[in-house]
């Protein structure tokens, strides 16, 4: 069973930028953040393939968000730039051990993080 654990969240201004970082134990398939705003459901930000580095993207974070992986420290990176007010919400880090597919939906994935907050101030 992987253990995620997220950290890097903050506060920052508008245009500003913050790095998460996920760290991970145990195989992993493909791994995703995904971001849940007060009131609203949580929504997939960005995933990627384990073995290719494959990513995708939301509509919303396109161009301005960055999913990467360091496999030989076992680490999830959300480099997050341009940031909006929009963005404000908790971020999780998740990961599927299987696939042949990796959809960016929550129903997708089985190990989750703890969450860490990012807020954005106008």
């Known amino acids: 069973q992987e253990q995620l654990a997220e950290s890097g969240g903050g506060s920052v201004q508008a245009g500003g930028s913050l790095r998460l970082s996920c760290s991970a134990s145990g195989y992993t398939y493909c791994m995703a953040w995904f971001r849940q705003a007060p009131g609203k459901e949580r929504e997939g930000v960005a995933r990627i393939y384990t073995n290719s580095g494959s990513t995708y993207y939301a509509d919303s974070v396109k161009g301005r968000f960055t999913i990467s992986q360091d496999n030989s420290k076992n680490t999830l990176y959300l480099q997050m730039n341009s940031l909006k007010p929009e963005d404000t919400a908790m971020y999780f880090c998740?990961?599927?051990?299987?696939?042949?597919?990796?959809?960016?939906?929550?129903?997708?994935?089985?190990?989750w993080g703890q969450g860490t907050q990012v807020t954005v101030s106008s």
């Open positions: 998740a990961a599927r051990r299987s696939g042949p597919t990796c959809p960016l939906s929550s129903s997708a994935f089985g190990s």
